[in-house]
């Protein structure tokens, strides 16, 4: 049985990845922070096994990944979904405001990855898909912090697909664009009227879409590495 472990598995995409995976009979870790009903809802629904740690700390990682690798041996696949968004000004972004989209969306990713590249390298086989954005991309007004942090994933990406190419390991990246989730829960109805008429689609994307893409990545591509696979209707061209 394949192993997968989906950070930030609790909402949004991340939350569809885990019902993706396991409809394809992965055994699937679901990785959260604080969304702890909702964790224990969708474990229940899929079966997949909860583990709670705080991305961007690393005695919270580590724990988490001794307890897989003690507990079930290995990880075949990371979903390094986990983020966080805030848009603000630039000129309103704090010192912390910059290290907490930092620490959550990039340093969390480099922690979980490093826990288990060890062991992918010593398997010679791996598949590490992280989760980037459009405006990782091009960059999006108001929100500097984080379209930052998405380029960040980018080159992290395509700097460790070189690195690991040669131990049969493939990373990834998936660049969503306007995914109804949580995280856009301050758009209004208008504002995704308008998005949508921006997207050569004509509407915006939903998790269970972005999800597929991942599970492609993870389950059927075999010759796919350091690419960054826009999900976004069109929208970046
Ligand atoms: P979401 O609905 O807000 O869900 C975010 C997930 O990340 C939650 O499960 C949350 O878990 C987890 N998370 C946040 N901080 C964490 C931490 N410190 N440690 C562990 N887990 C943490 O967001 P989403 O829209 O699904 O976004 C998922 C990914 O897609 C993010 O990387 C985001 O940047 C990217 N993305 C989203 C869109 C979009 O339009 N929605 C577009 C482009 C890219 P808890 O609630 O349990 O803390």
């Known amino acids: 049985m394949k192993n997968v472990l989906i950070t930030g598995g609790s909402k949004g995409i991340g939350k569809e990845c885990v019902y993706a995976f396991s409809k394809k009979g992965y055994r699937v870790f ?4 604080k969304s702890e009903e909702e964790a224990k809802r969708i474990s229940e629904e899929t079966g997949a096994v909860i583990v709670k740690a705080n991305i961007s700390k690393s005695d919270e990682v580590k724990k988490m990944a001794d307890f897989i690798h003690s507990q ?4 075949d696949v990371i979903v390094n979904n986990a983020g966080i968004a805030e848009q603000k000004l630039f000129t309103d972004i704090t010192e912390n405001d910059w290290d907490n989209i930092f620490n959550i ?9 490093k826990e288990f590249a060890d062991d992918m390298i010593f398997r010679k086989s791996g598949k590490i898909i992280n989760i980037s954005s459009m405006w990782g991309i091009t960059g999006g007004s108001c929100e500097v912090h984080y379209s930052a942090s998405k380029a960040a994933v980018i080159g992290f990406t395509k700097a460790l697909a070189k690195e690991l190419g040669p131990s049969g390991i493939c990373v ?3 660049a969503p664009g306007v995914i109804k ?9 208008d504002d995704y009227r308008e998005l949508s008429e921006e997207t050569p689609l004509g509407r915006i994307g939903s998790a269970e879409e972005v999800a597929k893409v991942i599970v492609f990545l993870a389950d059927d591509a075999s010759f796919i590495t350091g690419q960054v696979i826009n999900v976004d209707g069109g929208m970046v061209i």
């Open 105 to 113: 969306n990039v340093k969390g990713m480099f922690l979980v990855t």
């Open 30 to 33: 679901l990785n959260y922070n």
């Open 72 to 75: 079930y041996g290995k990880i």
């Open 172 to 174: 990834n990246c998936v």
């Open 181 to 189: 989730t949580d995280m856009n829960r301050n758009l209004t109805e």
